[in-house]
């Protein structure tokens, strides 16, 4: 491994195996693609059926294929040492100390929640990652892949327009607006998924997608484009949460200042920070009492926006019991219960019973301990430090997109618990993942044949 620059190796150009070089890897790209696509579409409210001890659903049967696929493309092609990252080891250190949490969770408490949490929202999203790892990404795949989170963004912004204006008839799938299935956030543009954060989350990054085809899209297509724009601003406001307008705020804020000229980018970032402020201060009142969902009131969301601080403090209470290791993963719920019943808490602990814990950071402080959150954010410190890195280098495309994906997920972190949000991990993972591959490209070969630096 050459580390001879800091969060830099050398990419080896990938032998031509019996798959071909190109074809089977873009192959398990696809693969993965349509597979992440599925969990977000055609997830478990979609549809599922019981087998193998496990509900089924489209995305879990063809994660067999992805996984069946990267074992073929390994076996032909290898995943060349040098091309490992910080960033990987970081990733799989976590996935490794989560999976024992949960197994010792698992044989403690004798039931499954734990073992479920660690599969479906680290294990699964982990594999997606190290899968598009194996996979060199060409210049031609990399705007691929932008067009489809583009075409994803639009169909969420369109739906969620719709569920907010109440048009049964325009929301696809019709699960979407069914109360039975879920009455949550019901009102607000909660999408596929049924969560606004992740469907704004989605949103905010394949606006981000459309930002970077619109820089090379002809003059006679401006207009369409100003369209789209216009589409995906809709589509984000309509999730109605003020975290998802937050970091599409920051997001837009770190395009603008990687595509202006480098004697303006102070400005730009001094003025979007400061917009951001007024707006908040300006609109206060309305921001935090404002009615979202069908069954909430607007005083019921404004206590819902004071809670957080006493959920806070009952984390804090938890993690101080439990500092290295936390109480267990899934575990929240249940080890907050003695905490509850303590009468002589300084903060109106009671208030906590019906919600789980509303940050990310904190959430896995109290679950997987002290030794748990530092692994994890050494890993989101080694992502930013990479992707910085890399657009540093000169590269956007996906490693633009990648960073607007982290800084989105970050400040939806800051306000909910987004490890359990469904999807939430993957999608992250999985566009980190095509990223990296991107600076690891034949392509860039083809740019620098001596030697090309990728940021790993």
Same mark, same amino acid.
């Given at each position: 491994?050459?580390l001879?620059?800091?969060?830099?190796?050398?990419?080896v150009?990938?032998?031509?195996?019996?798959?071909?070089?190109?074809?089977?890897?873009?192959?398990?790209?696809?693969?993965?693609?349509?597979?992440?696509?599925?969990?977000?579409?055609? !997830?478990?409210?979609?549809?599922?059926?019981?087998?193998?001890?496990?509900?089924?659903?489209?995305?879990?049967?063809?994660?067999g294929?992805?996984?069946? !696929?990267?074992?073929?493309?390994?076996?032909?092609?290898?995943?060349?040492?040098?091309s490992?990252?910080?960033?990987?080891?970081?990733?799989?250190?976590?996935?490794?100390?989560?999976?024992?949490?949960?197994?010792?969770t698992?044989?403690?408490? +004798?039931?499954?929640?734990?073992?479920?949490?660690?599969?479906?929202?680290?294990?699964?999203?982990?594999?997606?990652?190290?899968?598009?790892?194996?996979?060199?990404?060409?210049?031609?795949?990399?705007?691929?892949?932008?067009?489809?989170?583009?075409?994803?963004?639009?169909?969420?912004?369109?739906?969620?327009?719709?569920?907010?204006a109440?048009?049964?008839?325009?929301?696809?799938?019709?699960?979407?607006?069914?109360?039975?299935?879920?009455?949550e956030?019901?009102?607000?543009?909660?999408?596929?998924?049924?969560?606004?954060?992740?469907?704004?989350?989605?949103?905010?990054?394949?606006?981000?997608?459309?930002?970077?085809?619109?820089?090379?899209?002809?003059?006679?297509?401006?207009l369409?484009?100003?369209?789209? +724009?216009?589409?995906?601003?809709? $589509?984000v406001?309509?999730?109605?949460?003020?975290?998802?307008?937050?970091?599409?705020?920051?997001?837009?804020?770190?395009?603008?200042?990687r595509?202006?000229?480098?004697?303006?980018?102070?400005?730009?970032?001094?003025?979007?920070?400061?917009?951001?402020?007024?707006?908040?201060?300006?609109?206060?009142?309305?921001?935090?009492?404002?009615?979202?969902?069908?069954?909430?009131?607007?005083?019921?969301?404004?206590?819902?926006?004071?809670?957080?601080?006493?959920?806070a403090?009952?984390?804090?209470?938890?993690?101080?019991?439990?500092?290295?290791?936390?109480?267990?993963?899934?575990?929240y719920?249940?080890?907050?219960?003695?905490?509850?019943?303590?009468?002589?808490?300084?903060?109106?602990?009671?208030?906590?019973?019906?919600?789980?814990?509303?940050?990310?950071?904190?959430?896995?402080?109290?679950?997987?301990? $002290?030794?748990?959150?530092?692994?994890?954010?050494?890993?989101?410190?080694?992502?930013?430090?990479?992707?910085?890195?890399?657009?540093?280098?000169?590269?956007?495309?996906?490693?633009?997109?990648a960073?607007?994906?982290?800084?989105?997920?970050?400040?939806?972190?800051?306000?909910?618990?987004?490890?359990?949000?469904?999807?939430?991990?993957?999608?992250?993972?999985?566009?980190?993942?095509?990223?990296?591959?991107?600076?690891?490209?034949?392509?860039?070969?083809?740019?620098?044949?001596?030697?090309?630096?990728?940021?790993?």
């Amino acid at each position: 491994m050459n580390l001879s620059h800091p969060g830099v190796v050398t990419c080896v150009k990938p032998e031509a195996g019996p798959l071909g070089s190109s074809h089977g890897t873009s192959v398990l790209l696809l693969l993965t693609l349509v597979t992440l696509f599925a969990g977000i579409i055609l !997830g478990y409210p979609f549809w599922h059926t019981q087998g193998l001890g496990i509900p089924l659903t489209f995305d879990r049967m063809l994660l067999g294929c992805v996984i069946l !696929g990267a074992i073929v493309v390994f076996l032909h092609k290898g995943f060349m040492i040098n091309s490992i990252a910080k960033s990987d080891l970081f990733l799989a250190i976590l996935l490794a100390y989560l999976g024992v949490s949960a197994a010792m969770t698992v044989i403690r408490e +004798h039931h499954l929640n734990p073992a479920a949490r660690y599969v479906f929202f680290y294990l699964v999203p982990g594999v997606l990652y190290f899968c598009v790892r194996l996979t060199p990404i060409t210049h031609r795949a990399e705007k691929a892949v932008l067009i489809a989170f583009g075409c994803l963004g639009i169909y969420l912004s369109l739906t969620g327009l719709a569920e907010v204006a109440g048009l049964r008839s325009f929301v696809v799938p019709s699960y979407i607006m069914d109360r039975s299935v879920s009455s949550e956030f019901l009102g607000r543009a909660r999408g596929p998924l049924l969560n606004p954060v992740v469907n704004g989350f989605l949103m905010t990054t394949a606006w981000a997608a459309w930002f970077l085809l619109g820089r090379s899209t002809a003059r006679r297509w401006w207009l369409g484009m100003l369209m789209i +724009h216009g589409i995906m601003a809709a $589509g984000v406001i309509s999730t109605l949460t003020r975290s998802v307008w937050l970091g599409a705020g920051l997001s837009g804020i770190l395009l603008g200042y990687r595509f202006l000229p480098k004697a303006y980018r102070r400005a730009w970032l001094a003025t979007g920070i400061l917009g951001i402020a007024l707006m908040v201060l300006a609109v206060k009142g309305f921001f935090w009492e404002m009615k979202r969902d069908r069954d909430l009131s607007a005083a019921e969301a404004a206590r819902s926006a004071q809670l957080r601080p006493v959920l806070a403090q009952l984390a804090w209470q938890m993690a101080k019991d439990h500092p290295f290791f936390g109480v267990g993963l899934a575990e929240y719920d249940r080890a907050k219960m003695k905490y509850l019943a303590n009468p002589q808490a300084s903060y109106p602990i009671n208030q906590a019973k019906s919600y789980t814990q509303h940050n990310v950071f904190l959430s896995i402080l109290v679950e997987a301990g $002290g030794i748990g959150l530092m692994v994890f954010l050494f890993l989101l410190g080694a992502w930013g430090r990479e992707l910085v890195v890399g657009l540093r280098a000169g590269k956007r495309g996906l490693f633009l997109l990648a960073m607007v994906a982290l800084v989105a997920y970050l400040v939806n972190g800051l306000f909910h618990d987004v490890s359990i949000i469904p999807q939430m991990n993957a999608v992250l993972f999985t566009i980190i993942g095509m990223a990296k591959s991107a600076g690891c490209s034949a392509y860039d070969h083809l740019r620098q044949p001596a030697q090309s630096p990728c940021f790993a």
